[in-house]
């Protein structure tokens, strides 16, 4: 079956383009308008893939990425951001609300399909079925769930895949040309400052449970996961 993509963008002739090159590439794409849309069009299958306009009318894209992240219905769900903001700061505002990549128009179709294959490459990636425990803090890569004690930690794709290879790599330090080749999959459009992007959004998800001490800077050389703090 072909994986399913969410188009949410209000310029009819984007949409139209995007969905056409989709199709090329043996995707599903299916069209919202605005946010409203992109809700019924959830509620009627879950798409693979969610590419999000920034500006949309009535709730913009990065208000609409931080809501998605805190449904568990769809915080799972792979997110670019599609927008004419090419500035680095605006790039980051928009991996902080919780896109997964980031691409500025004008686009060609084939760097834009390019992206959506990386990004859902890293998502469908996982190690082998294991729990991983370390002073309380539990990674299940079976069912793709993070634990403190009774209490689930949500977190976005990108943070679980990034928490996952540093458990599974304690005390060794990587640096950021490094995790973004393990986690990322070596993705030349991604930049290294994503990196750090999502290691503060790590760490701003494990600190109500005292978990956030565990991702450590390693000034000059990278960052590293360690229960010695």
């Given at each position: ?12 002739a ?6 056409f ?57 792979p ?6 903001r ?46 991983i425990?370390?002073?309380g ?18 977190l ?40 750090d ?8 998800t ?24």
């Open positions: 079956m072909n994986r399913q993509i969410l188009i949410v963008e209000d310029e009819p984007i949409r139209e383009m995007v969905a090159a989709l199709r090329r590439s043996n995707f599903e794409p299916v069209e919202a308008a605005d946010t409203r849309e992109a809700e019924q069009a959830i509620m009627r299958k879950v798409p693979d893939l969610i590419l999000l306009d920034w500006m949309l009318p009535g709730m913009s894209g990065i208000e609409y990425a931080r809501r998605l992240r805190k449904e568990e219905l769809t915080r799972d769900i997110v670019i951001m599609l927008t004419a090419s500035a680095e700061d605006d790039r980051v505002l928009g991996l902080d609300a919780g896109a997964d990549d980031y691409v500025v128009k004008p686009f060609s179709n084939r760097e834009l399909v390019a992206r959506i294959k990386a990004v859902i490459r890293r998502s469908s990636a996982h190690g082998d079925a294991e729990r425990q370390m002073d803090l539990v990674l299940d890569t079976a069912s793709h769930r993070v634990s403190a004690g009774d209490k689930s930690i949500n976005g794709p990108t943070e679980y895949r990034l928490l996952s290879f540093l458990m599974h790599h304690p005390e060794r330090v990587y640096s950021r040309g490094q995790l973004l080749d393990h986690v990322w999959g070596g993705n030349v459009y991604v930049e290294e400052r994503t990196v992007v999502h290691i503060r959004r790590l760490r701003k494990l600190h109500p449970h005292g978990y956030d001490k565990f991702i450590q800077t390693v000034r000059g050389a990278g960052y590293r996961f360690s229960t010695s703090v």
